[in-house]
């Protein structure tokens, strides 16, 4: 069935979705299976061996096409391994240029892994899309790009940077983790190749580890592939089972992650003890007027800084909070709480996070979806 036509909600729960040819049952069946059997060498339905495809992970493959606007999906065993798999396009000597305010394990795998093979990366910042065209020469072969990105929220003209891409006939890729697929979709604003940490806003519940990589191009779509298949860190069915079944209220979900961030938002930056709140949302956000060209809503995440601008007093906050649990991660249900410096950026070295903007007191809050006035109440009694 041709989805293209359906509204965003109407995507999520039918995208990728096909009744069960063997039984009729309305959900995916999870194929725990290794292997097909074949009625002559080399002839079989479509299956051979769950490295190559899956049925339950194809259906996951198939919805996240669907709900990014692309052709195809593919399926990774976290999001670090789709992000991995996709730098698996370059060769040594080749060169990207990246956004400077990224996850860490992103920096992490960048610098500690992927640079002992030649290959060459150059953070900056991509606030303003036309600075970034001066940082690519002749052995550049790709654009990446978070927007919003994390931990500070930055916002990437995500078509006026692919369309630099374009011109010097190299690769745009976008992390759409922040966003999710329900408030951005790239592959609409010109990027080549999206990819998603799963885990957070598809998955949704904290019980998953996933990665996505979605594309429109056929001929990348068949390199990725190969990739995928060879490299082998693919999700297993049960894993991609989960992600299909949180995909299919992440309509919901997003729309309240939206309206309690918001409230949130707006709570920290009228409260005497905060000192700044990075969310896309307020009209003094830096590119906020891209956030709103280029997302539907401006999601759960934010940061901020207390005017006690000390480890210690960001320390103290973290211990305090009652509902909003201190741990990594994003996007699920609950609302979490960080400390990106000692936690999920702790791959940066202090001066390049200091450098970026990240400060050592900032605390980060992926806002779930319970009752935006108990988050609140929570809020003021651990900042006091």
């Known amino acids: 069935m041709n989805h293209n036509h359906l509204k965003a909600g109407t995507k999520c729960i039918h995208a990728g979705a096909e009744p069960d040819s063997a039984t009729g049952a309305i959900m995916t069946p999870i194929y725990q299976t290794s292997t097909y059997v074949q009625s002559a060498p080399g002839v079989h339905k479509g299956y051979e061996y769950s490295r190559t495809q899956n049925p339950t992970r194809a259906a996951l493959e198939n919805a996240l096409a669907a709900i990014e606007n692309g052709t195809h999906g593919l399926c990774f065993g976290s999001g670090m391994a789709a992000i991995d798999a996709v730098l698996r396009l370059l060769k040594p000597g080749d060169e990207a240029v990246v956004t400077n305010d990224l996850y860490g394990g992103t920096y992490r795998l960048f610098t500690k892994v992927l640079a002992d093979y030649g290959i060459k990366f150059h953070f900056i910042s991509m606030a303003n899309a036309q600075e970034v065209a001066q940082h690519i020469n002749a052995r550049t072969k790709m654009i990446w790009m978070e927007t919003p990105t994390n931990p500070l929220l930055n916002i990437i003209d995500i078509e006026a940077i692919s369309a630099i891409a374009r011109q010097h006939n190299i690769l745009s890729v976008v992390d759409n983790t922040f966003a999710s697929p329900y408030l951005q979709n790239p592959l609409d604003s010109g990027a080549d190749i999206v990819v998603h940490s799963a885990t957070k806003y598809l998955g949704g519940h904290s019980d998953v580890v996933l990665g996505a990589v979605i594309v429109k191009d056929e001929q990348l779509s068949e390199k990725l ?160």
Not at 285 to 300: L, T, V, Y
Not at 308 to 324: G, Y
Not at 368 to 375: S, T
Request: with cysteine; net charge neutral.
């Open 225 to 384: 592939h190969f990739i995928q298949n060879s490299c082998g860190a693919v999700s297993g069915p049960h894993d991609s089972w989960l992600v299909l079944r949180g995909i299919k209220t992440l309509h919901v979900r997003m729309q309240r992650h939206c309206e309690n961030g918001e409230k949130i938002a707006h709570f920290l930056k009228n409260h005497p003890k905060v000192s700044k709140v990075y969310w896309p949302g307020f009209e003094d956000h830096p590119n906020h007027a891209i956030a709103r060209k280029q997302m539907r809503g401006f999601g759960g995440m934010m940061s901020f800084t207390l005017k006690a601008d000390t480890v210690e007093a960001a320390v103290e906050l973290l211990k305090n909070t009652k509902l909003f649990a201190l741990a990594e991660s994003l996007g699920g249900v609950e609302s979490l709480i960080g400390h990106p410096a000692s936690m999920t950026h702790a791959a940066i070295p202090a001066e390049e996070r200091r450098k970026a903007g990240l400060s050592d007191s900032l605390i980060r809050l992926s806002v779930g979806i319970e009752d935006a006035e108990d988050l609140i109440e929570d809020l003021k009694q651990a900042i006091g």
